[in-house]
């Protein structure tokens, strides 16, 4: 009969020893590894090996740190385009309003330097809104005769004419455009000095020279400037410019079309002119002693009256006396030429 133990109550080497071994086989292969690089190969083989097991081990803590951060950055991107697109949004907003204060600016500018160099008086204006009739075309200032506005003084901006004050109130004005289908001025073709009136209404923001002749002195590209026959408009402010002439075989008359050289409606800033033309009297001056021309003239008049009577009597008396024959004839012979003189004069 066998007493010795079963297999599984066996007992080896200690397990002391067994720590003491292989305490001393690690520190034989450091010191075999570092003094003599054995190990290497053997170190990037077990890499090699153990590589898609150390992925696999990896790859859901990679797969929950790639989401993690999808969705944090997805939330950061959204964010940040709100953002930007808000920032987009006003840096649009600034550029435009910096892209209009630069025009008025610089239109202003203009204006300015148009009041330092005008000897007539002005007042800018600033444009309001335009007037509630569809069918003209006029808009309203907010200058009035509170600051010295009238009917009838032009209104001009950089370039040129614009309009014609045609109403005022204390604080407003209204302004027909020169393309107003009511609209007239004078004006005075500067190549050549050929005078006429221009229309409005002719065709959608154009002026009309109407009844023309056909053989009238014009061409295309003719600067039109106002005449100031009127009294209304001074001379010399430009108006417009020819762009089309439209000559018909049947008839005598030929159509000018022009366009406004000025901003009709294109600026916010005008100039107002405060043009009084200056109109002679029509009464005659009076004398050096308070009495009229008129009276002098009729004075003048009878005393011509007065010498050609005495000179009618002494040519009377003259023509009685006796006088010699030669003498005679020669009478006879000039009298004719007088008497003939004497009708022209009258």
């Known amino acids: 009969m066998d007493y010795t133990p079963p297999p599984l109550f066996k ?20 010191v075999v590894d570092a ?23 990896l790859a859901p803590r990679d797969m929950a740190r790639a989401a993690f951060d999808y969705l944090q950055s997805s939330a950061a991107l959204v964010s940040e385009n709100r953002e930007l697109r808000r920032r987009a949004v006003a840096q ?39 007037a509630r009739d569809p069918y003209s075309q006029r808009i309203v200032i ?11 003084y032009p209104v001009i901006d950089d370039r040129g004419v614009v309009g014609q004050v045609t109403r005022v109130t204390p604080f407003q004005s209204e302004v027909t455009l020169l393309t107003d289908k009511d609209q007239a001025i004078p004006v005075q073709v500067v190549r050549n000095g050929l005078r006429s009136i221009a229309f409005g209404g002719g065709k959608a923001g154009m002026l009309d020279l109407r009844f023309m002749a056909a053989s009238a002195d014009l061409q295309q590209g003719d600067l039109l400037v106002t005449s100031g026959l009127d009294g209304v408009y001074p001379a010399g402010l430009p108006v417009a410019r020819i762009v089309q002439i439209e000559r018909k075989a049947d008839t005598a008359f030929s159509r000018v079309y022009c366009e406004p050289v000025a901003g009709v409606r294109s600026h916010r800033q005008l100039l107002v ?34 010498d050609k009577a005495q000179k009618a009597d002494k040519v009377e008396k003259a023509g009685k006396a006796p006088m010699p024959k030669a003498d005679a004839a020669a009478t006879v012979a000039a009298t004719p030429s007088a008497t003939s003189s004497q009708e022209q004069k009258r």
Do not use: C, W
């Not at 033309?277 to 021309?293: F, T, V």
């Open 11 to 30: 007992q080896g080497t200690s397990a002391f020893a067994r720590l003491v071994i292989f305490v001393t086989m690690a520190l034989v292969l450091l």
């Open 35 to 57: 003094r003599f690089d054995a190990l290497s190969t053997v170190r990037q083989v077990a890499a090699t090996v153990l590589m898609p097991v150390e992925r696999a081990v």
């Open 92 to 130: 649009a907003d600034d550029a435009l309003r910096q892209a209009q204060l630069e025009a008025e600016n610089r239109q202003l500018r203009k204006l300015l330097d148009l009041k330092e160099q005008s000897a007539t008086p002005v007042t800018a204006a600033e444009v309001l809104y335009d």
């Open 142 to 152: 907010d200058r009035g005769s509170q600051h010295d506005v009238r009917a009838g």
């Open 273 to 306: 002119v405060r043009y009084e033309a200056e109109k002679p009297s029509r009464d005659l001056p009076a004398g050096d002693d308070g009495k009229s021309a008129a009276g002098k003239a009729s004075k003048t008049e009878k005393a011509g009256k007065g």
